[in-house]
């Protein structure tokens, strides 16, 4: 298994300005993914975050609106950039530890509201 | 069509019952499954996984029905602590890793 921090776990933003999201595993992992959660709907995959190289983005998402940092193998960044209410969102790092391909530890997320 | 579909519910059903929840995936090539449980305002965890000949963990019994793209979770003598939502969750290989999909859940609310 693995502990995961993030913070902030919540935030209130001014429309325009950018948030970073920090995410902290108490074990060196290989994969770290970076989920988003809007109200009411599952979770999308962002980007997965590689060590030492550019995330890899998913459709729809794209690295000047969501840079990602990864310096090292328990640590990564997430930023919100030039934030609107359509961002208001939870955010969650995850990690994949072992084979189980299909199993996912979750950090508690960062609440984020745009005004 | 969404990659992977439930019915968001909510189920609401009284102590001791039993439930059923369903989720359909559209592609075929897909390798693996799962379902999540995820409670208010907390983040998702694996509850199981779910094996080609079903599987029983308990209470919770999952199937999977490859011919139909099907998956199901079976909930036996619902307590009111199984309150939440169940997220389907199938895996895919996309070149070198795999990639996990999510339903949009289904929410269970187990009343006394």
């Known amino acids: 298994s693995a502990v995961i921090s993030q913070k902030p776990s919540r935030d209130i933003c001014q429309r325009g300005t950018s948030l970073t999201i920090q995410c902290q595993v108490d074990s060196q992992v290989t994969m770290m993914f970076w989920y988003r959660q809007q109200p009411g709907q599952s979770l999308t995959l962002i980007a997965t975050?590689?060590?030492?190289?550019?995330?890899?983005?998913e459709s729809g998402f794209v690295i000047d609106k969501f840079p990602i940092s990864r310096p090292n193998l328990t640590f990564s960044t997430l930023t919100v950039s030039n934030m609107s209410p359509e961002d208001s969102s939870i955010y969650l790092c995850s990690v994949r530890t072992g084979l189980n391909t299909g199993e996912l530890f979750f950090g508690e997320g960062s609440r984020l509201t745009v005004l | 069509r969404k990659e992977v579909e439930q019915d968001p519910g909510p189920f609401n059903v009284p102590e001791g019952a039993t439930v059923a929840f369903n989720c359909t995936y559209s592609n075929s090539a897909s390798q693996s499954f799962f379902w999540y449980r995820q409670d208010c305002r907390k983040e998702p965890k694996l509850l199981m996984s779910v094996y080609s000949s079903g599987n029983e963990d308990g209470r919770f019994t999952a199937q999977l029905n490859r011919a139909s793209q099907y998956i199901s979770l079976l909930i036996r003598d619902s307590k009111l602590s199984d309150s939440a939502t169940y997220l389907c969750?199938?895996?895919?290989?996309?070149?070198?890793?795999?990639?996990?999909?999510f339903g949009s859940g289904t929410r269970l609310l187990v009343r006394p």
């Open positions: 975050a590689n060590q030492g190289s550019e995330a890899t983005y």
């Open positions: 969750v199938v895996s895919s290989r996309m070149d070198s890793s795999y990639k996990l999909i």
